[in-house]
């Protein structure tokens, strides 16, 4: 279920709220309609049965059994042809004769038999016909004993159900459009108020955007109280990774002051010994030198790497550094392209020098007459990825080599001076900052070597 519902806090909460919301007006909506069709027809119920007992009082019948009366219900819709609204009086005992009905009742409306629909204790009943015009109608009927003589009639007062149905139906239609312009303003000022209340967990997260992209060093600014001990709390442990990491470089400096010494008189004592004993205890303990000094990098970028991050600005160092070479190398050309916007390399200055300078030095030690330098943004859904390439016009690397180069101490070419150590450590930089090293033919001819690393926006 995770997979298919949103991340976002605000719209959980959000969506929680409207649902809870449209069920409440759903609710409402159906409690307001069923008590206001209950208080209608029981009002069209009561209005019924007082014109029925006003049509009673109304009527009599004379001597010779006719039916008399004028009887006034005082509502002209009995009087209007057709509406739907009807009284009628009958005979119901023998020595009655004669029928009176509204003048709206141009047609006789048939009425079921006793049997089907039975009079109560009272004389009463009520039942459901269809009008002239086809509409619903409701019937109140009673038997009534008009004199002495046991002389009975047959009353009938009948409503128009089909109007009260659409008087239901319009106050329907009408408290829905009420009730909906209202949830969708609460619905609105609901998601208005939690994104206001959402607004310092925003404010936390471009606060450690910030620390994180090396702009900021804590998370400065008010927060309510509920997040307040969040940031406190996230401070803490962004001061405990400081000072884990400058423990972890107070540690690699003593290491290396430590060793340095003793190196340093394997070396002198193995020059001084001379021979080929002398020799391969001068050659030991330079490798043994380069292998601690190469181990102490590593360990310093990976005590800065999950910490605060470093900012670096890529295109002044990659200038500064090919303006250094192109002295040293006059006899080679030396070509830089650089992008037009700003490139921050999220790392160490000094990683990002030794890097290039071990993959320039490469360049520039085979090739024939001419290197390229180049640094572009990655295009791509990942916009925080920059290249580094740099080519040269020399002999190149076999595809199936390529990766033996990467080793440690593995070199090609013996004829070149040199460790074997430059491309691995070139390998492990990248790696330890999550990006990616490519050794590929170059368009010149030679090697091309492209680096992509993080960038900070």
């Known amino acids: ?46 209005l019924l049965s007082a014109h029925l007992f006003n049509l009673i009082g109304s009527v009599g019948v004379s001597e010779s059994g006719q039916l008399t009366g004028a009887p006034d219900l005082g509502d002209l819709r009995f009087s209007e042809p057709n509406s739907g609204w009807y009284w009628s009086v009958e005979p119901a005992s023998e020595g009655v004769h004669g029928e009176l009905h509204s003048s709206s009742m141009t047609k006789a409306i048939l009425s079921p038999s006793v ?59 009408r408290l829905l459009t009420y009730l909906s312009l209202f949830g969708v303003g609460m619905i609105a000022i609901n998601a208005f108020a939690i994104l206001i209340g959402l607004q310092p967990l925003r404010r936390v997260r471009n606060a450690l955007a910030m620390v994180r992209e090396g702009t900021a060093q804590r998370l400065d600014g008010s927060f309510p109280a509920e997040i307040e001990p969040l940031a406190n709390e996230t401070n803490a442990l962004i001061e405990n990774n400081k000072r884990i990491v400058e423990r972890s470089r107070t540690q690699v400096g003593n290491l290396a002051h430590s060793l340095k010494t003793p190196l340093a008189v394997l070396l002198n004592e193995g020059r001084a010994l001379g021979g080929a004993k002398g020799q391969l205890i001068t050659e030991q303990a330079a490798s043994m030198q380069k292998q601690v000094d190469h181990y102490l990098q590593r360990a310093r970028v990976a005590a800065q790497r999950d910490s605060v991050v470093y900012r670096t600005p890529v295109a002044p160092l990659v200038q500064r550094m090919v303006r250094v070479l192109q002295k040293l190398n006059p006899e080679t050309t030396l070509t830089l392209s650089l992008p037009s916007t700003d490139i921050i390399f999220g790392g160490e200055r000094e990683d990002l020098e030794e890097l ?38 020399g002999p190149g690397i076999p595809e199936d080599k390529a990766r033996e180069a990467l080793k440690r101490g593995r070199r090609l070419d013996e004829t070149k001076p040199g460790t074997g150590l430059g491309l691995a450590i070139v390998a492990d930089l990248v790696n330890e900052y999550g990006g990616g090293l490519a050794l590929e033919r170059s368009a010149m001819g030679g090697l091309k070597a492209a680096v992509r690393l993080r960038s900070l926006q």
């Open 115 to 173: 049997a089907e629909v039975p009079f109560n204790a009272s004389f009463q009943r009520s039942y459901g016909a269809e009008g002239i015009h086809g509409e619903e109608l409701e019937v109140f009927e009673s038997e009534f004993v008009l004199d002495a003589k046991n002389r009975a009639a047959r009353f009938r007062v009948m409503g128009n159900q089909t109007e009260l149905e659409q008087e239901i139906a319009s106050f329907q239609r």
């Open 356 to 393: 290039l300078g071990n993959l320039l030095d490469n360049a520039m030690k085979w090739a024939r007459g001419a290197v390229a330098v180049s640094v572009s943004p990655v295009p791509g859904k990942d916009a925080n990825l920059f290249e580094i390439a740099i080519e040269d016009d």
């Open 1 to 46: 279920m995770a997979r298919f519902w949103p991340r976002s806090l605000a719209f959980r909460v959000i969506a929680f709220s409207t649902l809870w919301a449209i069920l409440t007006l759903v609710v409402i909506f159906t409690l307001i309609t069923t008590l206001y069709r209950q208080a209608s027809e029981r009002g069209f119920d009561s």
